[in-house]
């Protein structure tokens, strides 16, 4: 008899501890809308894909409707002007880099891509006869969006 006392015992415990885990598993300790990456974690669960279209870093948005020529021409003053700036951002301190550039050139770092590619060969000292079509992108941002000013 007393083994059975026991065993009722220990069932009950069981059936407790099962209880107390299950209500916390249950419910959402975060909600959904409030944690970014568990909703990524529970789509990557679920096998939901992201709507969202992921850029790869070597892939290039460009503006719709450019020829070849033009793409080209502008991929060459990209690598000029990463690469120029690369170099000039490495010699400024860690801390101090936007800073710096600001003063140096008049214009953020971010902001170089929104300017006319003339305007940033001319700020940065960039020879525009190192790129053959230069004259179908001196009007264009990076992304290759004519900019009237």
């Known amino acids: 008899m007393r083994d059975n006392d026991e065993l009722l015992i220990t069932i009950c415990r ?4 099962e209880e107390k885990t299950s209500s916390v598993s249950g419910a959402l300790l975060v909600g959904t809308n409030k944690s970014s990456r568990l909703a990524a974690m529970r789509a990557k669960a679920l096998g939901v894909e992201s709507l969202k279209t ?4 070597n892939q290039k948005l460009w503006a719709s409707g450019l020829k070849t020529e033009t793409k080209s021409a502008l991929e060459q003053a990209e690598k000029l002007i990463d690469y120029k700036v690369a170099a000039v951002l490495s010699a400024y301190p860690k801390g101090k880099v936007n800073t710096f550039f600001k003063l140096n050139y008049g214009v953020k770092i971010d902001e170089i891509n929104q300017l ?9 000292g960039l020879e525009t006869a190192k790129i053959k079509q230069f004259r179908l992108i001196e ?3 990076s992304k290759g969006n004519i900019i009237n000013d």
Do not use: G, I, Q, S
Not at 116 to 124: A, C, D, G, S, T
């Open 14 to 17: 069981l059936n407790m501890e």
């Open 54 to 57: 992921t850029v790869k870093k």
């Open 139 to 141: 009007a264009m941002d």
């Open 116 to 124: 006319p590619r003339k305007e940033v060969f001319r700020l940065l």
